[in-house]
């Protein structure tokens, strides 16, 4: 068994069988057989992936948007972030373009500061979050129109102290964010900011996913 995360497969079914069809997600049954030969049943969301952004400035602050998410029924402080639903857009593209979308921003400079797999047990989702830095200000992409949550979610700047206080009072919710800010906190403290991965770097969650999704069909 390895020590780190590594692709697996447990014996199928079948196809799943789609218990309900949403806009963004589905709702997937499947029957499984365990390596002792015990037949599970699995229910979980299939959802098309995320990508987040750390827009980090030269005063160390992280561009925010306070969003409304209505199946907390909170308004979260977050990160720039974005589904990956354009069909065989690279997930570093979907990041520029989430950026430019949310923030009006593009950046000089992208890393990995760290992938994760949302709720494992129940849903596809992978991520991928992002440092963006040398910031600079960019028109909204072309066709985009803002709409529902978005019209009035803005952007704020924190800085990254106040945001890793925030994480440790309680106050900040969003993983993504969470995760993405302590990653980023951690590589300045060791000094390894400048050998985080590049933004084009393999995701091998991704790649597994792409793949069970092509055979789920």
């Known amino acids: 068994m390895s020590a780190w995360d590594a692709e697996e497969h447990w014996a199928t079914h079948g196809r799943p069988e789609l218990l309900a069809q949403g806009a963004v997600t589905s709702l997937s049954r499947d029957t499984i057989t365990s390596p002792e030969g015990e037949t599970l049943v699995r229910e979980f969301l299939r959802h098309p992936g995320s990508v987040i952004i750390i827009a980090q400035d030269d005063d160390d602050r992280i561009a925010v948007v306070h969003q409304y998410r209505h199946p907390v029924g909170m308004r979260l402080i977050e990160a720039p972030a974005g589904l990956l639903d354009v069909a065989g857009e690279p997930a570093w593209d979907g990041a520029k373009r989430e950026l430019a979308e949310e923030a009006g921003l593009a950046a000089d400079d992208w890393r990995v500061l760290a992938d994760y797999v949302s709720s494992p047990g ?45 994480i440790r009072a309680g106050l900040v919710d969003n993983v993504a964010l969470a995760y993405g800010c302590t990653a980023l906190k951690l590589a300045l403290l060791d000094g390894t900011v400048d050998r985080l991965r590049p933004a084009d770097a393999p995701w091998p969650a991704h790649e597994v996913k792409q793949r069970l999704d092509a055979a789920r069909g």
Do not use: N
């Open 122 to 166: 129940i849903s596809t989702e992978v991520g991928r979050i992002y440092l963006a830095r040398g910031l600079h200000q960019v028109g909204r992409p072309a066709g985009f129109a803002v709409h529902g949550e978005e019209v009035d979610m803005g952007l704020a700047w924190v800085s990254l102290d106040e945001v890793i206080a925030g």
